[in-house]
């Protein structure tokens, strides 16, 4: 579409372009554009415009229903006008930090005593609510958001809070490396699951990327029919290592799913409408599991309680630092920098928790961090070479 709108540029000054002014195949294509309600392609999003309106300036032709509806200011040669600059690495810091925070955050959790993980999941969602909604209300997004994405966004909130309710789970009765290095799985089941529902490659490559992610998480599991009934360096009973097992991997799975169903939405939908959806559904579905469950209780000690907010609040963080790192850098080397999380639970495990971890975990966790980098490092290059073949 951008090569076909250059081309037009020749025909009419877009400077004054409207809607008799175009050539003909430029206003078929913004006739298509508005009536299938696309959303904008336009550059103008990553850039500051600090003077629009110079004498002298051109309008650019990159993105036809902006320009003729005015509602993109771009201009080609215009000296108030520069990409935001920003420090070399400093999407890749947020990300550290954004792994600091989550890593933290689960690091309380495991610090808290006599609650069930639901109800800190529902403590995290509230606190996910108080910083979202200012937001909604600021870009005027609405809280249902476009009639035809609800659903969408209904499942996505389902299957993101899902995601953390079993992440919690897992770091309650399972060390805290061990349920840090399954979640990593899911980059590998995003890859599967892309396959089967939006038709992407599936190369052998990502079957190879599988099945190490596979042998990482048998090694951290070590079930008693490959290792023996006698298994070391796990808390508690071999059931409740079991069990969070099952509810880490599930939970890989559960976010691999959300991210499937966000390429799927694209970017029509403001990311604030969906972690407010993440936050409202999670909220609910806690609640009627506390119920079910009957182990609604408040912490009894001023110490549970200021862990729970804790816990909160560095959720949120870890929330706004990751997106922030979205904005200023490429996704493939922010998902490679996410690893820092599994790092960040080793040492945190060895320092605050007084647990070593065992060689397995250490080799279960090189076999999931090495497919879910090969995983992402793919794709990265992948579609690398895809934006430039589609800039010729």
Not at 91 to 110: D, E, I, N, P, R
Not at 128 to 140: D, S
Not at 168 to 194: E, G, H
Not at 263 to 275: Q, T
Request: hydrophobic share 50%.
């Amino acid at each position: 579409m951008v090569l076909l709108l250059r081309r037009d540029c020749a025909a009419a000054d877009p400077a004054s372009a409207g809607p008799g002014v175009w050539s003909e195949a430029g206003q078929k294509l913004y006739d298509s554009e508005r009536d299938a309600a696309l959303p904008c392609q336009c550059q103008t999003h990553d850039v500051e415009v600090a003077d629009a309106a110079q004498p002298g300036s051109r309008s650019c032709c990159c993105c036809s229903r902006c320009l003729l509806s005015g509602r993109a200011p771009w201009r080609c040669g215009t000296p108030g006008i520069d990409k935001k600059k920003t420090c070399p690495g400093l999407g890749l810091f947020y990300t550290m930090l954004s792994a600091l925070f989550f890593s933290v955050a689960a690091l309380f959790l495991k610090k808290v005593e006599d609650m069930h993980s639901v109800e800190a999941s529902a403590f995290r969602c509230i606190f996910q609510m108080m910083f979202v909604l200012p937001g909604l209300i600021y870009y005027q997004t609405g809280f249902l958001g476009p009639k035809g994405k609800r659903i969408v966004l209904f499942f996505r909130g389902l299957l993101g809070s899902g995601a953390m309710i079993l992440l919690y789970y897992a770091y309650q009765v399972m060390p805290l490396a061990d349920a840090t290095v399954i979640t990593f799985s899911s980059p590998v089941f995003t890859s599967l699951l892309a396959w089967i529902f939006l038709k992407e490659k599936y190369s052998p490559w990502d079957l190879l990327f599988t099945l190490f992610t596979i042998t990482g998480v048998v090694l951290i599991a070590r079930p008693p029919f490959l290792f023996g009934s006698k298994v070391a360096g796990i808390e508690g009973s071999y059931t409740d290592h079991l069990k969070g097992t099952i509810a880490a991997l599930a939970s890989a799975m559960s976010a691999a799913s959300t991210l499937v169903i966000l390429r799927k939405v694209g970017k029509s939908v403001h990311y604030f409408l969906s972690i407010w959806y993440y936050a409202v559904i999670g909220l609910i579905v806690c609640i009627i599991a506390l119920f079910v469950m009957d182990v609604w209780t408040l912490p009894h000690c001023g110490k549970d309680r200021f862990l729970l907010i804790l816990i909160g609040l560095s959720g949120v963080g870890g929330q706004i630092f990751l997106t922030k790192a979205l904005h200023l850098e490429k996704a493939g080397p922010v998902a490679i920098m996410r690893t820092m999380d599994v790092l960040f639970a080793f040492i945190f495990q060895i320092l605050f928790l007084n647990h070593l971890p065992t060689w397995w975990t250490v080799g279960g966790a090189l076999c999931v961090v090495a497919s879910s980098s090969g995983t992402v490092i793919r794709k990265w290059r992948q579609s690398s070479k895809e934006a430039k073949q589609n800039e010729i």
